[in-house]
């Protein structure tokens, strides 16, 4: 049931937006969030300046527990197969990707990064990275090598990333203060 509307979704958006122009602009966004890229680029500026290397850290943070969570643990767990296995017929704009497809490492690691953002950042700069992050996701639906299910399941784990950073974050820095004044006392 839930992968026969998954299939429905995935053929709208073939029949809808397939074009030679979004092919390219798709391939561009999924390859912006190979390996989570562009999060590790924007996180190691952020760690340059002072002033945001905090959040740079945390953003850092949350790619780790994607990683984690979500590639090693989540994906191996469900062990889904990715959607174009089933229907040869597709022909990928990209090289096939390894592994199993639940949930989508690209979003999990794109919205964990920007959920971090939102908490940290104005508008003005969360605005476009959710943005980034919603264009990267639609990519893996547009080149057919996720399903919508794939890519909400993401977008949740991407939530609890960040969620799991900044806690880990405060935590071990309160340990920090403790350990440092402790030390200070004696």
Not at 99 to 118: D, K, N
Request: charge should be positive; include cysteine; charged fraction near 20%.
């Amino acid at each position: 049931m839930i992968q026969d509307l998954d299939y429905r979704i995935l053929d709208f958006i073939q029949e809808t937006f397939r074009s030679n122009v979004m092919d390219k602009i798709m391939k561009f966004f999924t390859f912006l969030g190979d390996n989570g890229l562009v999060w590790i680029i924007i996180c190691i500026i952020l760690l340059i300046f002072r002033k945001t290397r905090k959040v740079g850290f945390i953003g850092l943070l949350s790619l780790l527990f994607s990683l984690l969570i979500n590639d090693q643990i989540l994906k191996n767990l469900v062990a889904r197969d990715r959607p174009f296995v089933s229907r040869p017929e597709i022909i990928l704009l990209i090289e096939a990707p390894s592994g199993y497809s639940f949930p989508s490492g690209h979003t999990s690691s794109s919205f964990g990064v920007a959920f971090v953002f939102s908490r940290f950042f104005k508008k003005r700069i969360t605005i476009p990275t959710f943005i980034l992050a919603s264009l990267i996701a639609f990519s893996r639906l547009y080149l057919f090598v996720h399903f919508p299910t794939d890519v909400l399941a993401g977008l949740l784990v991407g939530f609890i990333d960040a969620f799991l950073a900044v806690l880990v974050f405060n935590q071990g820095k309160k340990l920090y203060y403790r350990i440092k004044n402790k030390e200070s006392i004696n």
